[in-house]
Structure formats: C-alpha cells, structure tokens
C-alpha cells in the first residue's frame, strides 16, 4: 500500500473514534437540557399519565445506555430521528435545508477566495509598499469586525438605499447574492493575509531567482512558479472556511432569513427539538470532519512532496 | 474571530514560538525592557493599547463621564440623529446611545475577560498536562478533537441549550468553544519544552512534577501564552456579542453591544446610528487586541518578522 492509501486509511479510522466519540458528547449534552420533552409535547395541562405515556413513546423512560444504544442502531441504519415538532424525519429536513446552506458556502467562498488570494499575492509582490499596508491593514480590519454588523451594513446599502436584493427570505438565487456576498467579505481578509504570508516564503526561493534571471515574465513567474508552491496553507484555510460554512452560516442564515442548516439548528434548539438537535449537530460534526480530511488529501495533488506518515 | 467562520485553527497568527528564558534570574530585568523596546516601535501596537485604556476608563468612569442617566426614557427624544446633545444619537426609547456605548463597555469587556480566564486556566491547565504526561496527551487531545468537530459558534451555541440563555452560561459557552485552540498552542510549547537538558536535568535532580510545571515550564511558555491570550481576548468578544446578538447572551435592556445591534435590527432603515456606533465600537476593541497580539508576538519572536 502507498503512503497516501495507509495515510486515508488510517485518518478513516481515527475519524470513526472521533465521530464515536461526538454522538456519545451529543447524546450526553442533549440529556442534560434542562425540560422534560414529553411534557412540552402533551402541554402544560395533561395529566401525569399523558406525560407517561409520551414519555414511553418516545422511549425517555428507559436507562440512558439502553437510549444511546437505540440512538447510535438508529444512526446506523440512517436514521435520524424525528422532529418532536414537525414529525418529519430529521435527514429529510437535513436533505430539503442543504442545498440552500451548500450554495451559500459555495458562493462565499469562491468569492472570497479569488478576492483574497489576488490581495495576498499583490500584497506579497509589493511587500512594504503602501498598497501592501494598504491589504494588511483591510485584512485586519476584515478579521475583527462582527459579521453580525457587517450584514446590516450590506443590508442598509443594497437593499435599503439601492433596492437592488431583497432583505430577507428565500427566493432562489437572487436572494442568496447578498448573504454570499457577506460570507465572502468574511474570508477575503484571512485568505489575503495566509497568502500573502505564504508567497512571502515562496519568493525568497533561489527558483524564483532563477526564473527571474531566465526572464520568465513576472506574472508567469509570481502565479506559475510561486503561487503554485504557496497553495498549500491556502487550501488548508479555504478547506476549513468551507468545512465550517457547509455547518450552515448561523447568523448570516439567521439575519436573511434563509431556511439553512445554521437556521434549522438555532430554531431547533431554541424550541429543545432534542431529536433535531442531535440531528443536526451530529451531521454538521460529520461534515466538517470529512471537509478536513478531503482538504489534507488534495495537498498531495499541489505538492507531491507531501509524505503522510 | 468572526464567528462565522473556523478562523482559529489555520489563523495565520497561532504559528506562536517558544521564546526561552533559560537565564532567569539577574537578566529578567533586561530581559523584559528590551521587550518593551521593541514593543513600542510598533505603532499599531501601541495606538490598539491605547485605544484599550481609553475604553477600560470610559467603561470604568461610565457613571461619571456619561452625559445621561443608562436607563432614561424619552419618547420625545426618540431616534434622533447624532448631534452635539446626543453624540452617537439616540434610540427608540429616546435612550442616548453613547451613554449606553459606555455602560456597554463594562458589559462587554467583562464578558471578554472572564470568558478569557476560563479558557486560559483550563486551557493552560489541560495544555500541561497534555504535553507533559505523555499517556494522559491522547485523552485529552481526543476530546480536544471531538470539541474541534464543531465549528465554535455551534459549539458555544449547543453549551447554551444545555446551560440556559443569559450573560453567564454565554461567558462559559464562549470559553469552552476557544479553548482547543489554546490548549494546543500550549500543549506544542511544552512538548518542545520538555525534551530540553535543563529539564532532563531538574527531572534528574528528583525534583517533583509539580514543581517542575511550576516553576521550569510555566515561566518558559509565558511567550506564547501572552500573545495567545490578547489573540483570544478579541476573539471571545466577538463571540460573546454574537451570542447576545442571537439572543442568547446579555438580554435587552442590558446595554451590551451585541444586544445593541440586535435591537437596532428593526430600525436599520430609519436610524442607521443605532447599529453603526454599538458595532463599530465592537470592531474598533476587537481590531485593537489583534494588533496588540499581533505587535507582541513580533517582540517576542523578531526572527518570525
């Protein structure tokens, strides 16, 4: 077997002990939410036996190692479990909420990401001039402001003052331009400062003096021979942004509006939907795990030179 | 950290080196002005102190300095525009919005620092003992592992579901979600730490663990946990008033500057002022300690510049 095969295997494993070891957190954590689900089914005013009875239906009245393991037999068997509220399997509710959340992420990201990668490379070609203080200083500012802030601020401009989008609510692709528009400024600021820091490194190599003194023309040189072997922390970055975004934009999902998976899983713990809240927070767990892992795999396509050990 | 986002874990910032004091004694002296020196050639770092020690004061002096009483409803006066009697304008109570900025502070800083001892001494605690107790390095790493498969603002939003809404459980939401990140910058240090002669040598001496971590580790992996620490300061900030901004932390009418912006939500149309001062204020805080970290971490390492 070669490196990489044994490498995926064995990140394979240690994802299964990882993803072991969340259902057992959130199986654990969702118990000890304070209200009795059974109650808040039946309402406040049924009887003490109608709280029993749903708490049998809802298999509550058993010990907690016999409910973990109906839980995780039913995980296996792809199941989710179903809203308290709805009655709607989770998964299927995952399923109908996660395109909205995949093109938001999709979006954001490519967006930040052609933006941010072409400041952090000006940014590292320019290094200490004043368009590169210029970068610095709108990636830090980019990293600390509160993105809660930064949406009605995109709000106010283009759909109050311009009336170009709509405020809020799902609509098709239309009303996603702004959500992805700020998940995108978002990240702009920290693929421009990991790129520019990369190329840094990269441009002190004796290769790009070589290619230089070849005569090899500077943005032949900057993106072919240097970007190429700055990729690799790039990706890193961009993998996890889009690992964590697919877990659903909670407040960007929440301000606009938009029927997500952060909505859903915000809606889902506010009303104690405890099947839900397993649900989603165990896929999201999944997801963002994979997304890591997929991301330590494509290194090796930019840079062969990566070994895993 | 915008909350959004997994920022921490390939943060270009948490690559933070240990510095070794080996020599302590008689040179601690010089040791920490010359960091002083270089540290206050850094021009960004020393305006985001400043712009820290105003706000700390203004916070501080809050009944002293602010123009109107916290709570003083006037409908007559509401939604105003920022003028010379309502600097930042007021709100739809007629609640003067710089008053509030400053009661704010004391709410929103201290959110930020006892969110910030609760990670640093857990983190700090956890982070020794898994780099230096090798057997015990794979528990805790795996349950830092399993806290890491959240991205942090679901993470700290699912301590809340368990623990209840409010400014309390917000503080501890906001803590355990930063706390992977800190506990493996200084499990790394002390991991380089611990192979070094000097501590084979106490070790040697049969001198206790304990005494080691206290007086041989510690000290040597102040470096990073400084800069660490103003780095995450900011962070938790921004993750506190997003909780409040979500309506999960401070609840209205407690002036925090996440809640502020929540309340304003409805009024972005008609009083712009009510969102931009609260936020603004949030960025300006939150950009100071990245700047502060950041003008440490080059003091304390100038190679890395």
């Known amino acids: 077997m070669c490196h990489l095969q044994k490498y995926v295997l064995k990140r394979f494993l240690s994802l299964f002990g990882t993803l072991f070891g ?9 118990h000890m939410i304070p209200g009795d689900p059974a109650r808040y089914i039946v309402g406040k005013n049924a009887s003490e036996e109608a709280v029993k009875a749903m708490r049998a239906q809802l298999g509550l009245d058993q010990p907690l190692i016999t409910q973990y393991f109906d839980y995780l037999g039913n995980l296996v068997r792809g199941d989710l479990g179903t809203s308290l509220f709805t009655g709607i399997p989770v998964w299927e509710e995952i399923v109908s909420r996660f395109p909205i959340t995949f093109q938001l992420a999709v979006y954001g990201v490519v967006l930040g990401s052609a933006i941010g990668i072409l400041l952090g490379v000006i940014a590292a070609v320019k290094q200490n001039t004043l368009l590169d203080r210029l970068v610095n200083t709108l990636s830090t500012i980019s990293i600390s402001a509160p993105d809660f802030w930064v949406i009605l601020f995109v709000i106010w401009l283009f759909a109050y003052q311009f009336g170009w989008f709509p405020i809020s609510g799902y609509d098709g692709f239309y009303s996603l331009v702004l959500p992805s528009l700020t998940i995108g400024l978002f990240s702009i600021g920290f693929i421009a400062k990991m790129t520019r820091s990369s190329m840094l490194d990269v441009i002190k190599q004796d290769y790009m003096r070589t290619a230089e003194a070849k005569g090899v023309a500077t943005w032949a040189r900057v993106f072919a021979h240097g970007l190429q072997n700055a990729v690799i922390p790039i990706i890193t970055l961009i993998g996890l942004q889009f690992g ?9 999902e929440t301000v606009f509006a938009l029927p997500g998976i952060g909505y859903f899983a915000i809606e889902a713990v506010i009303k104690r939907d405890i099947p839900t809240v397993q649900g989603v927070v165990l896929f999201v767990a999944l997801l963002y795990t994979v997304v890591n892992l997929v991301t330590d795999i494509v290194y090796s396509f930019f840079d062969p030179r990566v070994r895993y050990e | 950290m915008n909350s959004e986002l997994t920022k921490y874990s390939a943060d270009p910032d948490v690559q933070i080196p240990v510095i070794e004091q080996e020599i302590k004694r008689g040179h601690s002296q010089s040791h920490w002005s010359m960091l002083w020196k270089r540290f206050s050639k850094n021009g960004a770092a020393i305006s985001g102190l400043l712009f820290l020690s105003v706000i700390i004061i203004l916070a501080v002096f809050a009944p002293v300095i602010a123009p109107y009483p916290l709570d003083q409803i006037n409908f007559e006066e509401r939604l105003l525009k920022p003028s010379a009697t309502h600097l930042f304008g007021t709100d739809d109570f007629g609640r003067d919005i710089f008053t509030r900025i400053l009661y704010g502070g004391r709410v929103s800083l201290m959110m930020g620092l006892i969110s910030v001892t609760i990670c640093v001494v857990l983190g700090v605690t956890l982070g020794v003992v898994a780099g230096y107790y090798r057997k015990l390095d794979m528990y805790i790493m795996q ?52 192979e070094k002669e000097y501590i084979e040598a106490v070790r040697a001496l049969g001198i206790r663990d304990y005494q080691i971590l206290l007086k041989h580790v510690i000290p040597n992996i102040l470096s990073p946990m400084i800069v660490m620490t103003a780095l995450i ?9 997003a909780l409040s901004f979500l309506g999960l932390g401070a609840q209205p009418p407690d002036p925090e500057w996440g809640a502020m912006v929540m309340e304003s939500r ?6 712009w002022w009510m969102s931009l001062f609260p936020g603004l204020v949030i960025l300006l805080v939150v950009l100071s300690f990245n700047m502060l970290g950041d003008g440490l971490r080059d003091a304390l390492d100038p190679k890395q510049k």
């Open chain 1, 22 to 30: 969340v259902s057992v957190l959130v199986f654990l954590i969702v």
């Open chain 1, 244 to 252: 964590g975004l697919l877990a659903g934009a909670v407040i960007t």
């Open chain 2, 143 to 194: 349950l830092m592992d399993i806290l890491m498969s959240f991205p942090s603002l679901l993470l700290a939003i699912v301590v809340i579901a368990v623990l209840g809404v409010g400014l309390t459980n917000a503080m501890i939401a906001v803590a355990i979600s930063q706390i992977p990140q800190f506990v493996r910058v200084v499990r790394s240090a002390v991991l380089t730490l611990r």
């Open chain 2, 233 to 241: 300061f900011g962070d938790c900030i921004l993750a506190a008033s």
């Open chain 2, 266 to 271: 409805v009024f972005l149309n008609q009083a």
